[in-house]
């Protein structure tokens, strides 16, 4: 695989910047990179207290709005849950809630040694993921009739996936230096995936459409099974993609970005 090299200052920058957007604008970014190194809540009981466990009371919950250094565990059932983890006082650094449908996790003030939140999710069906802050989110098997599915990235989290199938469209977009680890996509329809800033997303993907826009630093590694493929790129990322489609369309804006297809059949 080729792999392309930024400067070290470019990438801090964006960082920066990316950071700033997501966490806190008027915070130094050496206090901002602490921040976001939030700490094992078994390593701060004597300040926040024993662990305990909390439970959320949610009718029923289709999305989710994370933007604090919360892990996510979303698991696919019939009944709707929030269950939640971390030291006794730092549920106060949190807040908590359900909007509508979406349970919105966001930290309060961004102040270093923050005691981590675990919150386990369960849902009939979930069809809507934003990540703005530095957490980790992570999808078990969702299956989803009649609908679709769209995970946004503003940050530096992590989404990871085992496997989505959905009758309608997956949009996949990553705004931050963010990354999405997709597993196994199904997709009757089209699959977009977008990638504006520093991030990567890798993964399997069947479906009729897909469609990869980069305009910026980020890479994709797919393997795709797929009727139609259009991929354009403006940035200096890279894509590679494996597998076969029956159409491929390429636009490749400048000598910095990277395109291999070396094991993809291209073909019906």
Known sequence: MKRIF???SAILMFIASTVA????GGASLAGMILAADTSNPSKNVE???EIISKELKADNITGLDIGGCANI???QDSKTSVKMETNEKAFD???IKVEGSTLSVQQKKFTNNVPKISITVTSPAINNISCSGAGDITLGNVELTNDGMEIDISGAGEIKADNIKCDKDV????SGAGNIKAGEIVCAENVYMGISGAGNINGNVKCKNLDIKISGAGNTDMKIDCDNTS???SGAGSVELSGRTGTLKKNKGNMMCTFETDDLTVGK
């Not at 957007?21 to 806190?24: A, Y």
């Not at 949009?171 to 990553?174: D, L, S, Y």
Request: charged share 5%; proline share 0%; hydrophobic share 40%.
């Open 21 to 24: 957007s997501s966490c806190n």
């Open 73 to 75: 565990v979303y698991i």
């Open 47 to 49: 300040k926040y207290g």
């Open 6 to 8: 930024i400067s070290a």
């Open 231 to 233: 991929v354009s790129m």
């Open 93 to 95: 650094l949190y807040n």
């Open 171 to 174: 949009t996949m977009h990553i």
